[in-house]
């Protein structure tokens, strides 16, 4: 982010989106906006031809508003009052991105700018931070793309609660990124170590798979509808659940492997 973007952003107090990324963000809306209305097209036509009440229409048009309203607040920045240095503000950006597994696109004296790959977000949530004149700057969206949906759990809070407890920490002369090293290796150790048999694990197989199979039973069953809608749905949970049923049994067999492998080491 150039300084002409920085003051931009400040001013609007909006992260500074390029030409390219406006017009995916927006066009993003279109397009689901677009599947939405394909889905329910022949519910409203029903509703319309049968003199009923259009409830179809009138859904659309509430997510419509809804969506149209995430897009406008997502880019907001919150500021916050900071006595962080420029050293200190790259130390804590780095600390969080370490502990957090996001991926850096930029960690400069006044500007970080981070992704947060997750399952769902084809492109992934953003975090930006800018530090100016005293002030801190945070937003935390869902990275501008046409494949994007507006769901992130929680994570946009999360992600700057995140970044505002290495600004803490960093302000008490902590050396940060030894300490978020320490806690990544910590958490693998766990991981691994952390047996496939215990109660906790045992009952999320049992959940997580049992689910999983129900959702392939129904992709199967609307599929077999041979509607094109029906079997693009279908397709769909059937390869959501199948991955992650493939995911479990490599975390499974991996932690096997390692477990068989410090015993031939003892």
């Known amino acids: 982010m150039t300084e002409k973007e920085i003051d931009h952003s400040i001013a609007s107090m909006k992260v500074s989106l ?3 990324e406006k017009f995916e ?3 993003n809306l279109v397009s689901l906006m677009f599947f939405l209305g ?17 409830i179809s229409g009138i859904i659309v048009i509430i997510v419509f508003l809804l969506l149209f309203r995430h897009k406008l607040i997502s880019p907001k ?6 006595n962080l240095t420029e050293e200190q503000f790259i130390q804590a950006n780095q600390a969080a991105a370490t502990l957090n597994e996001w991926v ?7 500007h970080f700018s981070a992704i947060k790959r997750t399952g769902w977000q ?3 949530i953003r975090i930006s931070a800018i530090l100016k004149n005293g002030k801190l700057y945070l937003n935390s969206m869902v990275n501008p793309s046409i494949r994007s949906n507006p769901f992130t759990f929680g994570l946009n809070k999360k992600n700057k609660s995140d970044l505002i407890r290495q600004y803490q920490l960093v302000l008490l002369k902590k050396n940060l990124i030894e300490l978020a090293n320490r806690e990544i290796q910590k958490r693998e150790e766990e991981f691994w170590q952390e047996p496939e048999g215990s109660f906790k694990n045992v009952l999320i197989r049992i959940v997580g798979y049992g689910i999983s199979i129900l959702f392939i039973g129904l992709g199967v069953w609307l599929i077999t509808f041979g509607e094109l809608k029906a079997i693009g749905m279908g397709i769909m949970l059937i390869g959501l659940c199948a991955s992650y049923i493939y995911q479990g049994i ?17």
Do not use: C
């Not at 889905?39 to 009923?52: A, R, Y």
């Not at 920045?77 to 900071?82: F, G, I, K, R």
């Open 18 to 20: 390029n030409d390219a």
């Open 25 to 27: 963000y927006w066009l």
């Open 38 to 54: 394909m889905t329910l097209i022949v519910d409203i036509q029903s509703e319309v031809s049968n003199g009923e009440f259009p």
């Open 77 to 82: 920045l919150a500021v916050y009052h900071s």
């Open 104 to 110: 850096i696109l930029s960690n400069q004296k006044n």
């Open 122 to 124: 084809w492109e992934g």
């Open 250 to 266: 490599k975390i499974i067999s991996e932690k096997s492997k390692r477990k068989k492998s410090s015993y031939s080491k003892e």
